[in-house]
């Protein structure tokens, strides 16, 4: 069963960090794009940041400067290091990825949301 696993999330004092983790398990046959995405109370779930397989990154305006997106793509995983954190920050992340389920079929996952809560 290919799912996509995630780890990292807690909660944090305003100005602090975490690192959230997310892996593809299951039998894939590779990793495009991968992002990860949040979701707050009452609000539509927003892009927080994403990368290519080549490694080229896109993040919302919001965490510019303050969040950094990496791969690991032996290990089919994506990281999202997260500093100085802010109460507005407080969401439900979820990563997301398209997977190859073939060699030449793509098919996007999500995983199942970890809680991030920044205390101010």
């Known amino acids: 069963q290919v799912q996509l696993v995630e780890s990292g999330g807690g909660l944090v004092q305003a100005g602090g960090s975490l690192r959230l983790y997310c892996a593809a398990s299951?039998?894939?046959?590779?990793?495009?794009?991968m992002g990860w995405y949040r979701q707050a109370p009452g609000k539509q779930r927003e892009l927080v940041a994403s990368i290519t397989s080549s490694g080229s990154t896109n993040y919302a305006d919001s965490v510019k400067g303050r969040f950094t997106i990496s791969r690991d793509n032996a290990k089919n995983t994506v990281y999202l290091q997260m500093n100085s954190l802010k109460p507005e920050d407080t969401a439900v992340y979820y990563c997301n990825g398209l997977l190859y389920i073939t060699s030449y079929t793509l098919k996007n996952y999500w995983g199942q949301g970890t809680q991030v809560t920044v205390s101010s």
């Open positions: 299951g039998t894939i046959f590779g990793v495009n794009t």
